[in-house]
C-alpha cells in the first residue's frame, strides 16, 4: 500500500461548493415512499370487531371495548404513544379496516394527545339486522 | 492624546473589543468552512447564516452552571481561565496594526516584540496544562501531560521557522520585518518552506485536528477541559479563538508583508490575511485524522524540525546574497 | 511509574452504550483490562416468555438497532425449524436481500464510527451521508428505516416490485463506487493509516482460543463465515467469497469489513437479477409443536444464535440470544492490552459493539457441584463487598 498525504483533499474541496447534503429538516421534507409505515388509522365502517389486531399486536397498543351490547356498539383506542409501528395489526385484518398512514411527525407535549379513539357500530348489514330485530 | 489613543489601543482596536468580535468571527468562519468542506451546513440560525452562532455559544456558557472540583484548589482553578484570555489578549496587542512607528519604538513595537509574542502564545499552552493538572481529574491530568509532551515537540520549529523572516529583515521588531517585505516581496518566496512549517506547528498549537490530542473526546472525555463548565470553559474557548487569531496574525505579519496602509486598509489586510491562514488551518483539520501523541512527537522532530533548520540555512545564504 | 486505572464507561464519549472498561494504565501504556456489564439489561429474554411467537418477531427486532434483520431471521428461523415450514424461494430470496443491505448498511456506519474514533470526522461525515442511500433502499423495500419488520413466521411480508428493483440496482452502484473510493482513502491516508495498523494485535491462535466471531475473527485470517460453514436460507447457491485478512490488527478488521460491503454489493446484485417468482410466504400455525431449535446467523458483526424451546403453546417456552458482540469480550480484553489510551476507543470500536444486545442475565456455575444460581444485583454487590473485604456502606463501585 502507498500512502499519499492528503488524499482526501480533493473530495473536499470539490464538495466545498456543492450544495450541502444537509436537509433543512423542519423546513424542507424528504419524500415518503409509497409503502412507508406510519401511523395505524383504522376505517370504523369495515371493523368486524373480530379482535385479531388486539391479539397480535407486540406492543398491546390496541384497545376494543364494548359500550353497548345491544346497539353492537364499540370503541377501539389506538394507543399511538406505545405503537411500535410494525403494521401486524394491518397484516392481521381480515377486512382491511386497518391502515397505516404516512404520517410520522408524531410528536406532542402529552402521552394523552396521542391515544385515538373511535366510536363505532358494526357493519351497516350487522346493525341494520339488529334494528329490524 | 496619546493616552487616548493607548486607550483605543489596548481595550478597542486591536485590543480587548475587537479581539472578542472578530475572533468569534473567525470561529465561525472556521466552522463553516470545515462544515462545507463535510458537505454540510454548519451555524446556520444565529444570525445571518448563523454568524452569531459563537457569541450565543459564549453568552450561553456564561449562564451555566460553574462547578470547581471539590479536591481542586479554588483560586487557580478559578483565576486560570482568566489568565489565558489575559495572555493571550496581550499577545495580540503586538502585531503592527496602527499605532506604531517604524522610526521609533512605543510600547506595543520595540525590538524583540516577536519574541514577547512567541512568549505570551506558549504561555498560554502552559496555562492549558495547568489547568488540566489542577482539575484533579484521570482525563485531565492526561490530557494535561498530552499538552506538555506536545508542547516539546512543536515549540522548536514554530520558534525556528517564525524566526527566519526575521534573520533576512535583520530585525527582531514585528513592524520593521513586516516592513522590509513591503519592499522586497519577492524575498517571502523563499520562506515557502519556513511557512508551511510555521502552519502545521500552529495547528498544534491550537490543538486542532490531527493534532487535538490533549482534548480528544473520544480518547479522554474533554481533555484538560474536563472539568470546567459554565463561565470558565466560556473564556477558555474564547481563550483558543483568539489564540487562532493571534497564531495567524502573526504568520500573516512576518510570511505575508504585514499590514500596511493606515487604519481602514491595515484592518483590510489583516482581515483578509488572517482568514487565508484560517481556511488553510480549516482544510488541514477537514483532511487528517487524529494522531497519537508518540506519533505527533516523532512527527515533529522527524520532518518539522529539520524543515525549519533547512530554512534558517536558507535565510542565512539569502541575507549573505543580500550583503 | 505509578499505575492508575482509569475508568472508561459507563458514561463516555467513546461509547455509544454503557459499558464500564476499567483500565490499568503506566503513563499511556495500558498493562490491563476489565470489562463490567450489565448497565443495560432490559429483560427482553423474559418478555419473549410472555408474548406470543408473531408478537416476539417485533420484539426480536428491537434486540440491535442495526441487526434489527439479523435477530429476527435468525429467531423465524428457529420457529419454522420447529413447525417444520419449507419457506418458498422468493420469500428467502428478498430476506437474504435485506439481509445483504443490512449489511452494508452496517459496515457503512461502522466505518463512520471507526473514523470517528480515530478523530477523523471528515470521513465519519461523508460515509454516513452514503449510508442514507442504502437506508432509503430499506425504507423504500420494507417501509421503515431502522426496524425493517419484513420477516414473519413462513416467509417475508412484502413482496418486490420491478420499480424498486431498479432502484436497488441504481442505488447499489452508487455504493459500490463510493466504497471503492473509501477503499482508496482509508489505505492510503498515512494519519488515518498511523492510527489503525498495527494497534489491537489478536493472533490467529489466540482469536481462536478466545472463541472471536465475525470480522474480528475474520481479519485475525481465518475463514469462517455461518454463511459457508452452516448456509441458511439459500446461501448454498449464491456465489461469494469469505473475505479475511492476516494482519490481524485494527486496519484488517477495517480492510475485511470493506471487501464484505463489497461482496454483499455483489450478492444483492445476484439476488435482485435471479428473484425467482412465486409465493412469498406460506400459512404458519399460530402453535408451535413442542421441541427445541438452535438457529445460527451471520450478523454484520458475527455469529448470532437463538436458541427457541417451545411447549405446544403459541407462546415459546424459553428463548436464549447469544448476540455476537457478547462472543467477542474476551478478544477485546487481550487486544486492548499493551495498547496506548489512544487506541481504546478504536479497538474497543473495531469489535463494532453492540453492548446492549449482549446484556444477559447473569448466572453463577459452581465449578465444584455443578449447581446453577442466577443472582440478584443486591447478592452481587454482597459478595463482591466480602470478597474485596470492604466494610458496610463503604463504595462496592471503588472507580
Given at each position: 500500500?502507498?500512502?499519499?498525504?492528503?488524499?482526501?483533499?480533493?473530495?473536499?474541496?470539490?464538495?466545498?461548493?456543492?450544495?450541502?447534503?444537509?436537509?433543512?429538516?423542519?423546513?424542507?421534507?424528504?419524500?415518503?415512499?409509497?409503502?412507508?409505515?406510519?401511523?395505524?388509522?383504522?376505517?370504523?365502517?369495515?371493523?368486524?370487531?373480530?379482535?385479531?389486531?388486539?391479539?397480535?399486536?407486540?406492543?398491546?397498543?390496541?384497545?376494543?371495548?364494548?359500550?353497548?351490547?345491544?346497539?353492537?356498539?364499540?370503541?377501539?383506542?389506538?394507543?399511538?404513544?406505545?405503537?411500535?409501528?410494525?403494521?401486524?395489526?394491518?397484516?392481521?385484518?381480515?377486512?382491511?379496516?386497518?391502515?397505516?398512514?404516512?404520517?410520522?411527525?408524531?410528536?406532542?407535549?402529552?402521552?394523552?394527545?396521542?391515544?385515538?379513539?373511535?366510536?363505532?357500530?358494526?357493519?351497516?348489514?350487522?346493525?341494520?339486522?339488529?334494528?329490524?330485530? | 492624546?496619546?493616552?487616548?489613543?493607548?486607550?483605543?489601543?489596548?481595550?478597542?482596536?486591536?485590543?480587548?473589543?475587537?479581539?472578542?468580535?472578530?475572533?468569534?468571527?473567525?470561529?465561525?468562519?472556521?466552522?463553516?468552512?470545515?462544515?462545507?468542506?463535510?458537505?454540510?451546513?454548519?451555524?446556520?440560525?444565529?444570525?445571518?447564516?448563523?454568524?452569531?452562532?459563537?457569541?450565543?455559544?459564549?453568552?450561553?456558557?456564561?449562564?451555566?452552571?460553574?462547578?470547581?472540583?471539590?479536591?481542586?484548589?479554588?483560586?487557580?482553578?478559578?483565576?486560570?481561565?482568566?489568565?489565558?484570555?489575559?495572555?493571550?489578549?496581550?499577545?495580540?496587542?503586538?502585531?503592527?496594526?496602527?499605532?506604531?512607528?517604524?522610526?521609533?519604538?512605543?510600547?506595543?513595537?520595540?525590538?524583540?516584540?516577536?519574541?514577547?509574542?512567541?512568549?505570551?502564545?506558549?504561555?498560554?499552552?502552559?496555562?492549558?496544562?495547568?489547568?488540566?493538572?489542577?482539575?484533579?481529574?484521570?482525563?485531565?491530568?492526561?490530557?494535561?501531560?498530552?499538552?506538555?509532551?506536545?508542547?516539546?515537540?512543536?515549540?522548536?520549529?514554530?520558534?525556528?521557522?517564525?524566526?527566519?523572516?526575521?534573520?533576512?529583515?535583520?530585525?527582531?521588531?514585528?513592524?520593521?520585518?513586516?516592513?522590509?517585505?513591503?519592499?522586497?516581496?519577492?524575498?517571502?518566496?523563499?520562506?515557502?518552506?519556513?511557512?508551511?512549517?510555521?502552519?502545521?506547528?500552529?495547528?498544534?498549537?491550537?490543538?486542532?485536528?490531527?493534532?487535538?490530542?490533549?482534548?480528544?473526546?473520544?480518547?479522554?472525555?474533554?481533555?484538560?477541559?474536563?472539568?470546567?463548565?459554565?463561565?470558565?470553559?466560556?473564556?477558555?474557548?474564547?481563550?483558543?479563538?483568539?489564540?487562532?487569531?493571534?497564531?495567524?496574525?502573526?504568520?500573516?505579519?512576518?510570511?505575508?508583508?504585514?499590514?500596511?496602509?493606515?487604519?481602514?486598509?491595515?484592518?483590510?489586510?489583516?482581515?483578509?490575511?488572517?482568514?487565508?491562514?484560517?481556511?488553510?488551518?480549516?482544510?488541514?483539520?477537514?483532511?487528517?485524522?487524529?494522531?497519537?501523541?508518540?506519533?505527533?512527537?516523532?512527527?515533529?522532530?522527524?520532518?518539522?524540525?529539520?524543515?525549519?533548520?533547512?530554512?534558517?540555512?536558507?535565510?542565512?545564504?539569502?541575507?549573505?546574497?543580500?550583503? | 511509574?505509578?499505575?492508575?486505572?482509569?475508568?472508561?464507561?459507563?458514561?463516555?464519549?467513546?461509547?455509544?452504550?454503557?459499558?464500564?472498561?476499567?483500565?490499568?494504565?503506566?503513563?499511556?501504556?495500558?498493562?490491563?483490562?476489565?470489562?463490567?456489564?450489565?448497565?443495560?439489561?432490559?429483560?427482553i429474554e423474559?418478555?419473549a416468555?410472555?408474548?406470543?411467537y408473531?408478537?416476539n418477531i417485533?420484539l426480536m427486532e428491537?434486540i440491535c438497532?442495526?441487526c434489527?434483520?439479523s435477530h429476527t431471521t435468525c429467531f423465524v428461523q428457529g420457529v419454522e425449524s420447529l413447525?417444520?415450514?419449507?419457506?418458498?424461494?422468493?420469500?428467502?430470496?428478498?430476506?437474504?436481500?435485506?439481509?445483504?443491505?443490512?449489511?452494508?448498511?452496517?459496515?457503512?456506519?461502522?466505518?463512520?464510527?471507526?473514523?470517528?474514533?480515530?478523530?477523523?470526522?471528515?470521513?465519519?461525515?461523508?460515509?454516513?451521508?452514503?449510508?442514507?442511500?442504502?437506508?432509503?433502499?430499506?425504507?423504500?423495500?420494507?417501509?421503515?428505516?431502522?426496524?425493517?419488520?419484513?420477516n414473519?413466521?413462513?416467509?417475508?411480508?412484502?413482496?418486490?416490485?420491478?420499480?424498486?428493483?431498479?432502484?436497488?440496482?441504481?442505488?447499489?452502484?452508487?455504493?459500490?463506487?463510493?466504497?471503492?473510493?473509501?477503499?482508496?482513502?482509508?489505505?492510503?491516508?498515512?494519519?488515518?493509516?498511523?492510527?489503525?495498523?498495527?494497534?489491537?494485535?489478536?493472533?490467529?491462535?489466540?482469536?481462536?482460543?478466545?472463541?472471536?466471531?465475525?470480522?474480528?475473527?475474520?481479519?485475525?485470517?481465518?475463514?469462517?463465515?455461518i454463511?459457508?460453514?452452516?448456509?441458511y436460507?439459500?446461501?448454498?447457491?449464491?456465489?461469494?467469497?469469505?473475505?479475511?485478512?492476516?494482519?490481524?490488527?485494527?486496519?484488517?478488521?477495517?480492510?475485511?469489513?470493506?471487501?464484505?460491503?463489497?461482496?454483499?454489493?455483489?450478492?444483492?446484485?445476484?439476488?435482485?437479477?435471479?428473484?425467482?417468482?412465486?409465493?412469498?410466504?406460506?400459512?404458519?400455525?399460530?402453535?408451535?409443536?413442542?421441541?427445541e431449535a438452535v438457529s445460527r446467523y451471520?450478523a454484520?458483526?458475527?455469529e448470532n444464535i437463538h436458541y427457541i424451546k417451545s411447549?405446544?403453546?403459541?407462546?415459546p417456552?424459553r428463548v436464549k440470544v447469544r448476540a455476537p458482540?457478547?462472543?467477542?469480550?474476551?478478544?477485546?480484553?487481550?487486544?486492548?492490552?499493551?495498547?496506548?489510551?489512544?487506541?481504546?476507543?478504536?479497538?474497543?470500536?473495531?469489535?463494532?459493539?453492540?453492548?446492549?444486545c449482549?446484556?444477559r442475565?447473569?448466572?453463577?456455575?459452581?465449578?465444584?457441584?455443578?449447581?446453577?444460581?442466577?443472582?440478584?444485583?443486591?447478592?452481587?454487590?454482597?459478595?463482591?463487598?466480602?470478597?474485596?473485604?470492604?466494610?458496610?456502606?463503604?463504595?462496592?463501585?471503588?472507580?
Amino acid at each position: 500500500m502507498k500512502l499519499r498525504p492528503g488524499a482526501f483533499i480533493p473530495e473536499l474541496l470539490k464538495h466545498l461548493f456543492k450544495k450541502p447534503a444537509t436537509v433543512m429538516y423542519p423546513f424542507e421534507k424528504l419524500n415518503i415512499p409509497k409503502d412507508f409505515r406510519g401511523t395505524p388509522v383504522l376505517k370504523p365502517e369495515l371493523c368486524i370487531v373480530c379482535r385479531a389486531c388486539v391479539r397480535d399486536c407486540p406492543a398491546f397498543a390496541i384497545e376494543i371495548e364494548t359500550l353497548s351490547e345491544e346497539e353492537k356498539k364499540y370503541k377501539m383506542t389506538i394507543h399511538n404513544d406505545r405503537c411500535i409501528h410494525c403494521a401486524q395489526c394491518v397484516e392481521s385484518c381480515p377486512t382491511k379496516a386497518l391502515f397505516m398512514d404516512d404520517g410520522y411527525e408524531l410528536s406532542t407535549d402529552s402521552r394523552r394527545k396521542l391515544k385515538i379513539a373511535y366510536v363505532y357500530s358494526r357493519p351497516k348489514k350487522t346493525a341494520q339486522q339488529s334494528s329490524e330485530k | 492624546m496619546a493616552i487616548m489613543k493607548a486607550l483605543v489601543y489596548l481595550f478597542v482596536y486591536p485590543g480587548l473589543l475587537f479581539l472578542f468580535v472578530y475572533s468569534t468571527f473567525c470561529e465561525w468562519f472556521d466552522r463553516k468552512l470545515y462544515a462545507r468542506l463535510q458537505n454540510r451546513v454548519g451555524p446556520a440560525y444565529t444570525g445571518r447564516a448563523g454568524i452569531l452562532q459563537p457569541i450565543a455559544d459564549f453568552l450561553k456558557l456564561l449562564f451555566k452552571e460553574d462547578i470547581i472540583p471539590e479536591n481542586a484548589d479554588r483560586i487557580i482553578f478559578s483565576i486560570l481561565p482568566v489568565i489565558g484570555v489575559a495572555t493571550v489578549a496581550t499577545a495580540g496587542l503586538y502585531l503592527p496594526l496602527w499605532n506604531y512607528d517604524v522610526s521609533r519604538t512605543t510600547f506595543n513595537s520595540f525590538q524583540g516584540d516577536i519574541i514577547v509574542v512567541l512568549y505570551l502564545l506558549c504561555l498560554s499552552t502552559v496555562i492549558l496544562f495547568l489547568s488540566g493538572w489542577h482539575s484533579t481529574n484521570f482525563f485531565s491530568t492526561i490530557g494535561g501531560v498530552r499538552v506538555l509532551t506536545m508542547l516539546f515537540g512543536y515549540e522548536v520549529p514554530l520558534f525556528l521557522s517564525v524566526l527566519s523572516p526575521a534573520i533576512v529583515a535583520d530585525s527582531w521588531r514585528l513592524a520593521e520585518v513586516a516592513n522590509f517585505y513591503q519592499d522586497f516581496p519577492f524575498l517571502l518566496f523563499f520562506q515557502i518552506i519556513g511557512l508551511f512549517v510555521a502552519l502545521i506547528s500552529l495547528q498544534a498549537k491550537l490543538e486542532r485536528t490531527p493534532f487535538d490530542i490533549p482534548h480528544a473526546e473520544t480518547e479522554i472525555v474533554g481533555g484538560t477541559f474536563t472539568e470546567f463548565s459554565g463561565k470558565k470553559l466560556a473564556f477558555f474557548r474564547l481563550m483558543t479563538d483568539i489564540e487562532m487569531v493571534v497564531g495567524s496574525g502573526l504568520i500573516a505579519t512576518v510570511f505575508m508583508a504585514g499590514f500596511a496602509g493606515g487604519l481602514m486598509g491595515s484592518l483590510a489586510r489583516f482581515v483578509l490575511k488572517t482568514l487565508i491562514v484560517i481556511a488553510i488551518l480549516s482544510i488541514i483539520r477537514a483532511t487528517f485524522s487524529r494522531i497519537r501523541v508518540d506519533q505527533m512527537v516523532v512527527f515533529s522532530w522527524k520532518y518539522l524540525t529539520p524543515l525549519a533548520i533547512l530554512q534558517l540555512l536558507v535565510s542565512i545564504i539569502i541575507k549573505g546574497v543580500i550583503k | 511509574m505509578k499505575k492508575i486505572k482509569i475508568p472508561i464507561g459507563p458514561q463516555h464519549p467513546a461509547l455509544k452504550e454503557p459499558i464500564s472498561l476499567r483500565i490499568t494504565v503506566e503513563g499511556e501504556v495500558i498493562k490491563d483490562a476489565d470489562v463490567r456489564l450489565g448497565y443495560n439489561h432490559r429483560g427482553i429474554e423474559k418478555l419473549a416468555e410472555s408474548r406470543t411467537y408473531v408478537q416476539n418477531i417485533y420484539l426480536m427486532e428491537r434486540i440491535c438497532g442495526i441487526c434489527s434483520h439479523s435477530h429476527t431471521t435468525c429467531f423465524v428461523q428457529g420457529v419454522e425449524s420447529l413447525c417444520g415450514l419449507e419457506v418458498p424461494k422468493r420469500g428467502l430470496f428478498i430476506r437474504m436481500l435485506v439481509c445483504e443491505l443490512e449489511r452494508i448498511h452496517s459496515h457503512y456506519l461502522w466505518l463512520g464510527v471507526a473514523a470517528h474514533e480515530a478523530g477523523f470526522d471528515s470521513l465519519f461525515m461523508y460515509t454516513w451521508r452514503d449510508r442514507e442511500v442504502v437506508m432509503d433502499l430499506l425504507e423504500i423495500i420494507s417501509g421503515n428505516r431502522v426496524h425493517y419488520a419484513i420477516n414473519t413466521i413462513g416467509g417475508v411480508r412484502r413482496d418486490l416490485s420491478e420499480v424498486q428493483k431498479e432502484k436497488i440496482l441504481e442505488g447499489i452502484q452508487f455504493l459500490k463506487k463510493r466504497m471503492e473510493y473509501y477503499t482508496n482513502l482509508g489505505t492510503t491516508e498515512p494519519s488515518f493509516v498511523a492510527r489503525v495498523s498495527g494497534v489491537g494485535i489478536l493472533p490467529k491462535e489466540k482469536a481462536m482460543s478466545l472463541c472471536a466471531v465475525g470480522p474480528t475473527l475474520r481479519a485475525s485470517g481465518i475463514a469462517s463465515d455461518i454463511r459457508k460453514d452452516d448456509p441458511y436460507a439459500a446461501y448454498d447457491e449464491i456465489p461469494f467469497s469469505v473475505c479475511t485478512a492476516t494482519s490481524c490488527d485494527v486496519l484488517g478488521r477495517v480492510v475485511v469489513r470493506i471487501k464484505e460491503t463489497m461482496e454483499s454489493i455483489k450478492i444483492v446484485e445476484y439476488l435482485v437479477k435471479n428473484l425467482p417468482s412465486g409465493e412469498i410466504k406460506v400459512r404458519a400455525p399460530r402453535k408451535v409443536k413442542e421441541g427445541e431449535a438452535v438457529s445460527r446467523y451471520e450478523a454484520p458483526r458475527g455469529e448470532n444464535i437463538h436458541y427457541i424451546k417451545s411447549n405446544g403453546t403459541d407462546k415459546p417456552e424459553r428463548v436464549k440470544v447469544r448476540a455476537p458482540t457478547l462472543a467477542n469480550y474476551p478478544a477485546t480484553i487481550e487486544m486492548l492490552k499493551s495498547g496506548f489510551i489512544a487506541d481504546i476507543p478504536l479497538i474497543f470500536a473495531a469489535i463494532d459493539p453492540c453492548i446492549c444486545c449482549a446484556e444477559r442475565f447473569v448466572e453463577v456455575i459452581d465449578t465444584k457441584n455443578e449447581n446453577t444460581q442466577v443472582l440478584t444485583m443486591a447478592e452481587i454487590k454482597k459478595r463482591y463487598s466480602k470478597s474485596q473485604g470492604l466494610k458496610k456502606g463503604s463504595s462496592v463501585w471503588p472507580l
